[in-house]
């Protein structure tokens, strides 16, 4: 018999065609410019949104499961690990810059 805790991200491997990552909500609030995320430019960042993911937050909150589910739809699989977008990301969430949205975002 399968736990009632064993279900957690199981649904990636029962039904991969169906199963959306919890991440991937309603957006609330303004989007956030993805593309201020080092590897995420205009057609990435349209994919992403097409997904549902539109701020830093559920990037920086991505699991295994999350990767896998989003690289599925990637032409450039292990770009999310490769880049770190999970770490930029968390900084981006958390009100803070990187290397890379400094020089994106230098207007500010």
Do not use: C, M
Not at 28 to 38: A, S, T
Not at 65 to 88: C, D, S, T, Y
Request: charged share 30%; proline share 5%; glycine share 14%.
């Amino acid at each position: 018999p399968i736990s009632e805790t064993a279900g957690v991200g199981a649904g990636a491997e029962e039904a991969p065609e169906a199963w959306k990552p919890d991440l991937l909500g309603a957006p609330e609030g303004e989007k956030d410019d993805l593309k201020r995320i080092r590897g995420v430019g205009p057609k990435i960042g349209g994919i992403l949104n097409d997904l549902g993911i539109y701020h830093f937050s559920q990037i920086a909150g991505f699991t295994e499961e999350n990767i896998a589910w989003v690289n599925g739809h990637l032409k450039f699989k292990g770009r999310i690990e490769r880049e770190n977008w999970i770490e930029q990301a968390k900084q981006l969430a958390a009100g803070g810059d990187t290397d890379f949205s400094k020089r994106y975002h230098g207007e500010d």
